[in-house]
């Protein structure tokens, strides 16, 4: 039997680690220096701190001791932040201790190439990183107003701001006053009720017409389909401002303006294109043999749709619907212009609200619409996944 030999994992330069380690400290260093006035002197101090801790884990300490330091790590990093900054401070810095841990062993070891193919190029890898961060970032960009919207709505106070009770996690700096007010309020209740009354009446003209025209424009011989398309999909190009005075000048001539079915009607023609688009993806791989097999079998069209075309469509019909229900249950623009007094939908009065009266009671509001979106959101991801199932594009 022979000898095997161990030989100690390949390593990057200290000068790089550290490099790369002090500048992921300075950027954070950035964020807690300016929040305690000093941008300039949280940059440095976070770079060389950093900088010096990951000498100490690669070159002094080695992977031997790699668990007592990320202990240690968490636990310096944790007593600092509650020391400045109380509970949230221990949060956010123990969070970072241990990020900070894991980051400089995976830099240091080269453990970021442990996933990736080993012919890669070094530019090739860190284009890679580079895009992975550029997509955190943008997630990040775009769910922060939403990671600050949902505390705030739980304020005891009538303010729009964080108080230093929520910074600190106070129970007496949380209330469900808001949510109260926004369930007992007459004017929000009736804001509420009248989307609940539009909202499903305009998603199921939608989905209707939306299915229909998918299934007409899915026709080869249909002539000048491209351009049918592009029309019944344009309110979601056109800026809403434009089909809001269009559709006014419209209605008005008919004498709608104002009234129930105008409001249902305006949303109707905005979730339409929603349905058109996830109905004809779903159509692409729709096997059109079927229908001419149940022709054959002696079914009629309409007999056909409902037992052989719908079911394997129903997927991309019930997420253009969800889609169009959303638009229609967040739209503002368009009810600002057709609707009256009497017809205030919830988001004309979250709008109301913020032109005549900061309330947090429209943080409330927020955070309602915002985990009915998630939960739709969730089933059309749902419904995507057996749609593919159905259409035999997933082996799961």
């Not at 949230?88 to 990020?99: C, S």
């Not at 922060?144 to 009538?158: K, Q």
């Amino acid at each position: 039997m022979s000898d095997v030999v161990l030989t100690e994992a390949k390593t990057q330069p200290i000068g790089f680690t550290a490099g790369v380690v002090g500048a992921a400290g300075a950027f954070f260093g950035l964020f807690v220096g300016t929040a305690q006035g000093s941008g300039l002197l949280g940059i440095v101090l976070g770079a060389v701190i950093c900088g010096a801790l990951a000498v100490l884990a690669v070159q002094i300490l080695g992977t031997e001791m790699e668990k007592t330091f990320k202990y240690a790590l968490i636990a310096v990093f944790a007593v600092a932040g509650f020391l400045f900054g109380q509970l949230p401070g221990l949060i956010v810095l123990g969070l970072f201790g241990w990020f900070l841990g894991w980051f400089i062993y995976w830099i240091g070891r080269r453990r970021y190439r442990e996933k990736l193919v080993p012919y890669l190029t070094g530019g090739q890898v860190l284009w890679h990183y580079t895009f992975r961060v550029l997509c955190g970032a943008i997630l990040v960009f775009l769910i922060t107003p939403i990671l600050v919207v949902m505390p705030l709505s739980f304020n005891a106070e009538d303010f729009f701001t964080f108080t230093p009770e929520m910074l600190r996690l106070d129970p007496e700096g949380y209330s469900l006053k808001h949510y109260r007010d926004f369930l007992t309020n007459s004017e929000w209740t009736s804001a509420v009720w009248n989307s609940v009354r539009v909202a499903p009446v305009a998603t199921l003209i939608s989905v209707t017409l939306g299915t229909l025209a998918a299934i007409g424009l899915s026709q080869s011989h249909v002539p000048g389909r491209q351009a049918i398309m592009a029309i019944l999909i344009s309110p979601m190009i056109v800026p809403l401002i434009i089909s809001a005075t269009g559709m006014y000048f419209f209605y008005s001539k008919i004498g709608i303006v104002g009234t129930y079915w105008g409001v249902v009607l305006a949303h109707a023609v905005l979730g339409i294109p929603f349905v058109i688009i996830t109905v004809t993806a779903t159509l692409v791989g729709f096997d059109k043999s079927l229908v001419r097999a149940s022709a054959n079998l002696g079914a009629n069209p309409v007999r056909t749709f409902f037992k052989v075309q719908m079911p394997l469509i129903l997927p991309g019909v019930i997420s253009g619907g969800l889609f169009a229900f959303i638009t229609s249950f967040d739209e503002v623009v368009v009810v600002i212009f057709i609707g009256s007094a009497e017809l205030q939908t919830l988001p004309w009065q979250m709008f109301t609200g913020l032109r005549e009266q900061i309330s947090p009671t429209i943080l409330a509001a927020a955070t309602i619409l915002v985990c009915i979106s998630i939960c739709l959101l969730a089933t059309v991801e749902v419904l995507r996944r057996r749609s593919e199932r159905l259409r035999g594009l997933s082996p799961s």
